[in-house]
């Protein structure tokens, strides 16, 4: 050990299972909050997550599923408005504390820290969602642990599109053969291969039945000593904990 210099995280489903019991009911609270009578239920959700972006996915809604809608003239702006309300009812739920990491997610962390990796984060969510979901459960120290947060808006074309990777990649300095991804979902892994990134499932509440070929494997979570993670595709950890030298021997 080691080639491996980075591992580079997804956040919604990698880092916090957010999207059912966090993204979801944040989306709801902002349509009451806005008078809209829409309601997006567990199984809908699991159906527009198809689209990646919370604007992104507001938009598809009306396209798809609210033909009676008629939507204000200036579409931009209340698509806007409606995402920053969603955006602070997400943030309070992560401020009263009501989403944890995922098993094995601060122990990886730390031993990336300790050996000295660089850390970062390639995810399609807003920037305020993922400082507040690292304060939350890691304080506000951890902000500086990533070497690059790469969120939201900064590329304009979101996942399954590499470019958020290619612009983590890019700030890091480094190559595609030095990285780890960390990915929950079908979407996050095609963007993380298209950059050519060695790729490690933790399957998350709704992407199960992703179809994930090319992941070099999927894994029920990353798995503590004492909760070792369940092997479901491909070659695992021989102890079902995703440690430093597992991830080093995925790397082409
Ligand atoms: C997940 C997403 C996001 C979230 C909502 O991104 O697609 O859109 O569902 O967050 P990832 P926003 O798995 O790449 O972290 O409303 O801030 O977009
Ligand atoms: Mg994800």
């Given at each position: 050990?080691?080639?491996?210099?980075?591992l580079?995280?997804?956040?919604?489903?990698?880092?916090?299972?957010?999207?059912?019991?966090?993204?979801?009911?944040?989306?709801?609270?902002?349509?009451?909050?806005?008078?809209?009578?829409?309601?997006w239920?567990?199984?809908?959700?699991?159906?527009?997550?198809?689209?990646a972006?919370?604007?992104?996915?507001?938009?598809?809604?009306?396209?798809?599923?609210?033909?009676?809608?008629?939507?204000?003239?200036?579409?931009?702006?209340?698509?806007?408005?409606?995402?920053?309300?969603?955006?602070?009812?997400?943030?309070?739920?992560?401020?009263?504390?009501?989403?944890?990491?995922?098993?094995?997610?601060?122990?990886?962390?730390?031993?990336?820290?300790?050996?000295?990796?660089?850390l970062?984060?390639a995810?399609?969510?807003?920037?305020?969602?993922?400082?507040?979901?690292?304060?939350?459960?890691?304080?506000e120290?951890?902000?500086?642990?990533?070497?690059?947060?790469?969120?939201?808006?900064?590329?304009?074309?979101?996942?399954?599109?590499p470019?958020?990777?290619?612009?983590?990649?890019?700030?890091?300095?480094?190559?595609?053969?030095?990285?780890?991804?960390?990915?929950?979902?079908a979407?996050?892994?095609?963007?993380?291969?298209?950059?050519?990134?060695?790729?490690?499932?933790?399957?998350?509440?709704?992407?199960v039945?992703?179809?994930?070929?090319?992941?070099?494997?999927?894994?029920?979570?990353?798995?503590?000593?004492?909760?070792?993670?369940?092997?479901?595709?491909?070659?695992?950890?021989?102890?079902?904990?995703?440690?430093?030298?597992?991830?080093?021997?995925?790397?082409?």
């Open positions: 050990m080691s080639d491996l210099k980075a580079i995280f997804d956040v919604d489903g990698t880092l916090a299972d957010t999207e059912r019991d966090g993204h979801r009911p944040a989306f709801n609270a902002a349509f009451r909050e806005m008078g809209l009578d829409w309601d239920t567990v199984p809908l959700y699991g159906r527009l997550l198809q689209v972006g919370g604007k992104e996915r507001i938009r598809h809604y009306l396209d798809a599923f609210a033909p009676e809608f008629t939507p204000p003239a200036d579409l931009d702006r209340f698509v806007g408005d409606l995402h920053a309300c969603k955006t602070r009812h997400f943030v309070a739920m992560l401020e009263r504390g009501g989403i944890p990491l995922r098993p094995g997610v601060l122990r990886l962390i730390e031993e990336a820290r300790s050996a000295g990796l660089l970062a984060i995810t399609t969510t807003s920037l305020t969602n993922v400082e507040s979901l690292l304060r939350a459960n890691l304080g120290a951890s902000l500086d642990w990533f070497r690059v947060i790469g969120a939201g808006d900064v590329v304009p074309a979101k996942k399954p599109a470019d958020i990777y290619h612009h983590v990649l890019g700030r890091l300095g480094l190559s595609a053969r030095d990285c780890v991804a960390i990915e929950d979902s979407q996050g892994l095609r963007a993380s291969r298209g950059a050519g990134i060695a790729t490690v499932i933790t399957v998350s509440g709704y992407t039945e992703d179809d994930f070929s090319g992941a070099a494997a999927v894994l029920e979570h990353l798995g503590e000593p004492e909760t070792p993670g369940r092997v479901i595709q491909g070659q695992g950890p021989g102890n079902g904990v995703v440690d430093l030298r597992y991830l080093d021997a995925l790397l082409p």
